[in-house]
């Protein structure tokens, strides 16, 4: 698949599905299993000027300009989803600015413009090429000490997990390091029932952790291994126990 195919494959499904990500509290799985434990990651958040990248319908944006954000600009690569943040904005207004745009291109942004750069659940959607050129951008927007906090579908986790509900890739049986770069259709639930549509390019861990090297974090990072909780549990147990003592996704921090 070249890049502009991919991106393009991208932007027809959020597109097409917008109306279905917004949402002002949490529903589907990774609004609980993910998304608060990266925002927890991305503490202090106070006085900061982010990037939230692959942002979406603004569901993160807006919770860091609730943390305390002083600036937050999220930049997406549909549309669609754009045009959803910019309308909840537009009812509840947080400051934030939405922005089309390629989050491996960020000539926008001036070097050193930002304190801490966000991507929860973009690169799935990027090669492992993109990746390292996405994440080198990082690295030049970041001012020195700012931080990057991102989360991605834990690479193990298709390959552990055949049943569907309430979250899958369909990887098709083995190829854990032979099918990098392929992309997978997969599906996450939101606990009233219905689905999301969403996409794995799949990359292995060394994948992420040398475009990190690449692009000069040379930092340890911080790094998450994010699954189900009994908080979880004890929330909604037909929900979330398909899915106990699965590694689901990874959220990791880097400093610059
Ligand atoms: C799973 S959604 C997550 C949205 C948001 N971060 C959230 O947590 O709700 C992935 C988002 O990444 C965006 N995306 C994918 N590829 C992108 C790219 N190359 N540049 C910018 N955004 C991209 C998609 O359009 C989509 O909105």
Redesign the pocket.
Known sequence: MTNFEN?NV??DL?DSTASQ?IRQEPSSLSDFTA?PFVLELCEPVRGLRVL??????G??SRELRALGATQVCG????EG?IAAAKLQEAQQPWGIDYEV????NLQQFGDRTFDLVVA???FN??TTA?TQQCIAEIARVLSPGGRFVFSVPHPCFPYMREAAYPFYFEVEGRGYFSKRDWQFPGRIWKRNGSWLN?QLIHKTLEDYFDALKNAGFNTMPTLKELRVTPEHIALDESFFSPLVDLPLHLAIQVWR
């Open positions: 991106r991208t932007k959020y990500w998304r939230d990248l692959g942002c979406g319908e569901y993160c930049l997406d690569i549909s989803m745009g390629c989050a491996t929860v659940f973009l959607y990027l993109q969403v």
